[in-house]
């Protein structure tokens, strides 16, 4: 019986406290007057991206990240030109936010708010 309670008991601490994975929180925002196409964000291991992103309008995506390397985004402007633009490091087990928001004749802008930073960074 005494086992039952403290078996009951772990669980609702776990339960409770929950479990968290790293993972990085991505915003890419359209600030522009004009639609973005083939936009493509890639990072350690994979990437993501989306289609089109109409000016005001915000893609969320959410990854993992597994090695370390840098970031980089790809997109196709209104005048159907091809842009690059290089992004901060990320290392396996950062966690936080990282928002790219593009702007009117500007290059696109990255903030990254972390929570834990990986070691070795």
């Known amino acids: ?14 339960t409770l406290t929950g479990c968290h994975s790293a993972a990085i929180a991505a915003t890419i ?18 990437s993501f991206g989306t289609q089109t992103l109409a000016p005001g309008q915000d893609f969320h995506y959410r990854f ?8 980089t985004i790809l997109w196709t402007d209104a005048a159907h030109q091809d842009h690059k633009s290089s992004g901060p490091t990320l290392r396996d087990g950062d966690d ?6 593009f702007n009117p004749g500007a290059n696109p802008t990255w903030n990254l708010e972390l929570l834990h930073h990986a070691p070795g960074s």
Do not use: V
């Not at 359209?30 to 350690?44: K, V």
């Not at 936080?96 to 928001?101: C, R």
């Open 1 to 14: 019986m005494r086992t039952l309670k403290l078996l009951a008991a772990l669980a609702a601490a776990l």
């Open 29 to 46: 925002s359209n600030h522009t007057s004009a639609p973005l196409s083939l936009i493509e964000l890639d990072y350690p291991s994979a």
């Open 64 to 71: 993992k990240i597994i090695g370390s390397g840098a970031t």
């Open 96 to 101: 936080g936010k990282l928002t790219i928001t």
